[in-house]
Structures are given as C-alpha cells and as structure tokens.
C-alpha cells in the first residue's frame, strides 16, 4: 500500500517513513500543505497522515481540499495533546481518525490497518488464494503447510497481488502502490522481484498461481484447469 506522510517536523516525519517501509509501505512525504495537494494530485494513495499544523496551508484546510476534490483515501490527523477542538474541525473537514501527539508507532501502525479495513482494502487477515495464504497481520505467506521466506518488499509485492486476485495488476499500478522511488513503469527491478516471487510460490507445485502477461501486467490466480468442478444440480 502507499501511503503519504504531512508533517513539518523533518526528524518525526523521516522516523515514521522508515518505520512504515519496515512494515512494507511504500511512503510519500509532504514537509507542508502544498506539498501535500501537489502529491495528492499526481499520486493515488491508500491512506494519507496528516498534520494540523502544517505551513503555508495547514491540515484542516488541506483535508478539506482533498475531500473537495473526490480524494477518499483514510486520512488519519496528528493533533497536538490539547487541541480537542483542532480534532473537532479536523473530522468536521472529512479526516477519518486522529491521533494525538506523543504517540506511539505501534499505535499508528494499528490505526491505519483500522481505517484501511473499513475502507474495505483488507477484508480478512488472511487472503487466501488455492493453498497460499497471505497472513496481513504477521506479513509472512505460507502454502500448503510450507512457510514462503519473503523479504519486505517481497511481501509488499505478493501482498498487493493477493488483494487484486484474479485480476492483471499492470507494472504502472505495482510502481505506485509498491515501490516509492518513482522509477518507471519498465523498470527491470519488477522483473527481478517477479522472477523471485514466481519461484518461491510455485516451484515444486503441481498447480502454478503466479502469471507473467507480457505487455499486461502479471496475475495471481488459480487456474481455471485446477478449479473443482461444479456439481449440476440434478
């Protein structure tokens, strides 16, 4: 998933970006308020932080700038301790949920996995695809009774694949919501991951779930072949 960050202090900003790619984020970062609507606009994102006190435009009115312009994506407020009627506008102006500083990491890493459920993004803390399972929660997979050792973005890749099951998810969309070092879309460090990916989850299997389609994109999916039949109803 991806993910943009709004906040102004630099060290606190950069801590939760590297904590979020730890946990397999791909992760924006915005230093103000017109950062954060030029990221907005050229950049889909499955969830947005966001700071109250932001310069040039601050959080509440970025919020409401973003819902005005048909941005859904969860947006989680950082709120100063005291600020109880910042938290008010900042809700009244389309947030979803906020959090007050100190916090901690822990913390927001549960709060975003929240809003993301109730966007619907996560219906189930396994997906499960045939005999693969992708465990969300402990971000490991595991097919048939066999645990996949996966790197970070090795998951985050798998992780993306599995919430788009059964459908082509084009190298553009993988960039964007997987990688966040804004190289093109034909790059080759997809290739090297796919080439990976495919290896770990399907070799050894007498059904293979991962798919290359060239010019397309690639699939995780089960075969139509290896699909049980279905009874007709006599």
Not at 72 to 92: H, K, N, S, W, Y
Request: charged residues 30%; glycine residues 8%.
């Amino acid at each position: 998933m991806r993910i943009l960050i709004v906040e102004d202090d630099r060290q606190l900003r950069q801590s939760v970006a590297r904590g979020l790619r730890e946990d397999s984020y791909a992760v924006d970062q915005a230093a103000d308020g017109e950062q954060a609507l030029a990221h907005t606009a050229a950049h889909e994102y499955d969830a947005i932080i966001l700071d109250i006190l932001l310069p040039k435009f601050d959080g509440i009115e970025v919020c409401r700038r973003l819902r005005a312009g048909g941005v859904t994506a969860p947006i989680l407020m950082l709120t100063a301790l005291d600020a109880v009627e910042q938290r008010i506008a900042g809700l009244d102006a389309g947030a979803d949920d906020y959090l007050t500083k100190p916090f901690d990491f822990g913390e927001l890493q549960a709060r975003l996995r929240a809003l993301t459920r109730r966007r619907g993004e996560l219906l189930a803390p396994d997906l499960v695809i045939g005999d693969l399972v992708v465990d969300t929660r402990r971000h490991v997979a595991r097919r048939g009774d066999r645990e996949i050792a996966l790197t970070a973005k090795e998951f985050a890749f798998l992780h993306y694949l599995a919430r788009n099951a059964g459908r082509i998810v084009s190298r553009a969309e993988l960039m964007t919501h997987v990688w966040d070092d804004h190289r093109g879309s034909y790059s080759n460090i997809i290739d090297v991951y796919a080439s990976r990916l495919r290896r770990k989850i399907d070799e050894g299997e007498s059904v293979a779930l991962f798919s290359t389609h060239r010019g397309a994109g690639y699939l995780l999916d089960v075969p139509r072949s290896a699909a049980a039949p279905t009874r007709r109803r006599g």
